[in-house]
Structures are given as C-alpha cells and as structure tokens.
C-alpha cells in the first residue's frame, strides 16, 4: 500500500512538474519582434521565440533587428548591419540598450525615423516576459540626443499604437 501511495504521489508531482514547465514556455512564446513597414508607416510585429532567459532574448532580437529580414519585402531595415552597433543588459525589469554613436551616421535623420528605430527596440524588448521599460545610452553615456528628435534620457514603454 504504501509503495503504491509512493508510485502515484511520484506520478501526480512529474505530471504537474511538466504541466508546469509546458505552461511556462507557452507564455514565453509570446514574444513579438517588430520591424518596419516598407512605406515607414508602422511596425510590424512578428513572432519570435524566447531563448533560455530574459537577457538572452533580449539579445538575440537585437541581433536579428540588426541583421534586419531583408529577404521579406514587406518590411525595411532601419539599422545598419555594424557589428556590436547595438548591446543590450538587463537590470531588474529593465532592458538597458547601448547604441553606438556611428549608427547615426547611417540612419535617415528625421523624426519619424527616429521614433520607429526606438519604438522597433522598445516594443520588442518589452513583449519579453520580465521586461517592463527600456532605458537607452548612447556611446555608454546617457545623453539627450540620438538622431536629435526624442529624448534618449527618458524610460521608455511600449507603443502599440505606432
């Protein structure tokens, strides 16, 4: 009796164990990229699979936001394919990004695009389970400008209305 008690308290904790595990990667699955719409009017979310960790994630959309979809026509790469142009931490809930001072180099200087390279990071980051806001520097120095249209000292919050 008590070996078969046992076997079925064993039984019931694995099935709940993976239950559980199955119910967590499903709410990760949620995460979204965006890109932009080839008229630069909107983003485009797309869906995007987590990797092991909050940071991890994080990461990896910045490194496919960089590479950009080229082979998708309808979206458009705003940033320019330089290597480790953008990094990207995470303190507590929220996601520090670093750009570098030479994307501004290579990136139409407007308001609207401006606001759309921003919100492409910001709503993307944000769609990570655990990250709430996102704070930007620029050269590893909070400053007020980037292209010269927002505010870069601010915390930023998703947009989805863009």
């Given at each position: 009796?008590k070996?078969?008690?046992s076997?079925?308290l064993?039984?019931?904790?694995t099935?709940?164990?993976?239950?559980?595990?199955?119910?967590?990667?499903?709410?990760?699955?949620e995460?979204?990229i965006?890109?932009?719409?080839?008229?630069?009017?909107r983003?485009?979310?797309?869906?995007?699979?987590?990797?092991?960790?909050?940071?991890?994630?994080?990461?990896?959309?910045?490194?496919?936001?960089?590479?950009?979809?080229?082979?998708?026509?309808?979206?458009?790469?705003?940033f320019?394919?330089?290597?480790?142009?953008?990094?990207?931490?995470?303190?507590?809930?929220?996601?520090?990004?670093n750009l570098?001072?030479?994307?501004?180099?290579?990136?139409?200087?407007?308001a609207?695009t401006?606001?759309l390279?921003?919100?492409?990071?910001?709503?993307s980051?944000?769609s990570?389970?655990?990250?709430?806001?996102?704070?930007?520097?620029?050269?590893?120095?909070?400053?007020?400008?980037?292209?010269?249209?927002?505010?870069?000292r601010?915390?930023?919050?998703?947009?989805?209305?863009?």
């Amino acid at each position: 009796m008590k070996k078969s008690f046992s076997i079925l308290l064993l039984c019931l904790l694995t099935g709940f164990f993976i239950f559980a595990n199955g119910q967590a990667q499903t709410d990760m699955e949620e995460c979204r990229i965006y890109f932009v719409d080839r008229r630069l009017h909107r983003l485009i979310p797309l869906p995007f699979s987590p990797l092991r960790t909050p940071e991890k994630t994080a990461k990896g959309m910045v490194s496919v936001i960089i590479k950009g979809k080229d082979n998708n026509p309808e979206v458009l790469r705003l940033f320019p394919n330089i290597k480790d142009s953008i990094s990207v931490k995470i303190s507590s809930n929220t996601a520090c990004v670093n750009l570098s001072g030479e994307l501004s180099k290579h990136i139409n200087k407007n308001a609207e695009t401006e606001r759309l390279c921003i919100y492409q990071i910001v709503n993307s980051l944000t769609s990570v389970e655990g990250i709430d806001y996102v704070r930007f520097t620029i050269d590893n120095e909070i400053k007020k400008d980037f292209l010269g249209f927002l505010d870069m000292r601010e915390i930023f919050t998703a947009d989805y209305y863009m």
